[in-house]
Each structure stands twice: as structure tokens, then as C-alpha cells.
């Protein structure tokens, strides 16, 4: 079992940056392949990001490739987002999410644990 606890999201400009950090708990955090999604009102939750238990394996979604990274301490039990050059667009909620499987894939419906969300605005 893991249970994920987002933070670090806000207000920002556009063309700001934010970073959101997922604290994870349970012992076997190192072998979880991790993740994050969004969602904006009235739209459907999307696959943003995800990293392999290892850090050898990233995806990205194409909207956010170039601007976000995402990274893991495995030491910390921790899973960041590093959102830069940001854009209204990029307004959502933002979700960490977990797989025991080691592929990162972008279907909601594969991960099996997610944490409660949290809010970013980018103004204009």
C-alpha cells in the first residue's frame, strides 16, 4: 500500500515556475513506478508525467515536453514535478499518482493509487 500526499502548488504568472513534491508512504516506495496527472474544469484527468522505479525510464506528455521534469528520491520517498516556462493552459489540478508495475503508462486507469490533488493557476 502507498498513500501520496501532494504540495506545492499556487499562483503564478505565465512564464513562472513551480515545483510540486508527492511524499510517499510505505517501505516499498523505491520500487513504485510514479506519476502525474491533471485535470481543468470541465476536462477529463490527463497523463503529464511519469518516472520507473530506477529514474532509467520518463514520459511526458507532448504538451509539457521541454518544460516539465520530473524526478524521484527514493531516499525521501519523494516524487517531484519541476514545471517551468508555465502557461494558462497549464491551469488544473494536479494528482501524484502510483503503479506497481514497472512501465510508465499514460491510462488513468492503470494506476492504482493517487493522492488528493492540488490546485495551480498560472494567470496571464
Known amino acids: 500500500q502507498v498513500q501520496l500526499v501532494e504540495s506545492g502548488g499556487g499562483l503564478v504568472q505565465a ?6 513534491s508527492c511524499a ?6 523505491y520500487s513504485y513506478t510514479m506519476g502525474w496527472f491533471r485535470q481543468a474544469p470541465g476536462k477529463e484527468r490527463e497523463f ?4 520507473s522505479w530506477s529514474s532509467g525510464n ?14 524521484r ?7 517531484y514535478l519541476q514545471m517551468n516556462s508555465l502557461k494558462p493552459e497549464d491551469t488544473a489540478v494536479y494528482y501524484c499518482a502510483a503503479r506497481s ?19 495551480v493557476t498560472v494567470s496571464s
Open 101 to 119: 508495475s514497472p512501465i510508465v503508462v499514460v491510462q488513468e486507469y492503470l494506476w492504482g493509487y493517487w493522492g488528493q490533488g492540488t490546485q
Open 24 to 29: 510517499a508512504s510505505g517501505r516499498t516506495f
Open 73 to 79: 528520491d527514493n531516499a525521501k520517498n519523494t516524487v
Open 15 to 20: 512564464g513562472g515556475s513551480l515545483r510540486l
Open 58 to 71: 520518463t514520459g511526458y506528455a507532448d504538451s509539457v515536453k521541454g518544460r516539465f521534469t520530473i524526478s
Open 48 to 51: 503529464v508525467a511519469g518516472i
